[in-house]
């Protein structure tokens, strides 16, 4: 079965780190590019970063700028997102999502096809 699982959310207090993990089973990342998203209550789904299968980020919120990055480690076919100096309004729930991409840079977000099921982010003191 393909599918993604994020993990790594939970409550953290504003100015503290977290680092979510993007598990894939069932299928290999080595050819995917990867997205981390979040949708916080009430708001539209917003597209955070992505990383290509080269290695090459981008990023898509200036509100984390400087403070999130995106990684990926093949052997471990996870991908992840640092996210540190967390404000409360980065509580949402985090998705990551992927689709087979071999160019070394982003596709746009309607190419990714496989999506995981979220996980809880929330700063707050």
């Known amino acids: 079965q393909v599918q993604l699982v994020e993990s790594g959310g939970g409550l953290v207090q504003p100015g503290g780190s977290l680092k979510l993990s993007c598990a894939a089973s069932?299928?290999?990342?080595?050819?995917?590019?990867i997205s981390w998203f979040r949708q916080a209550p009430g708001k539209e789904r917003e597209e955070v970063l992505c990383i290509s299968r080269t290695g090459r980020s981008t990023n898509y919120a200036d509100s984390v700028k400087g403070r999130f990055t995106i990684s990926r480690n093949n052997a471990k076919n996870t991908v992840y997102l640092q996210m540190n100096n967390l404000k409360p309004d980065d509580t949402a729930v985090y998705y990551c999502?992927?689709?087979?991409?071999?160019?070394?840079?982003?596709?746009?977000?309607?190419?990714?096809?496989?999506w995981g099921q979220g996980t809880l982010v929330t700063v707050s003191s």
């Open positions: 069932g299928f290999s990342l080595d050819d995917y590019a």
């Open positions: 999502a992927a689709v087979t991409w071999y160019a070394s840079v982003c596709p746009s977000s309607g190419y990714l096809d496989v």
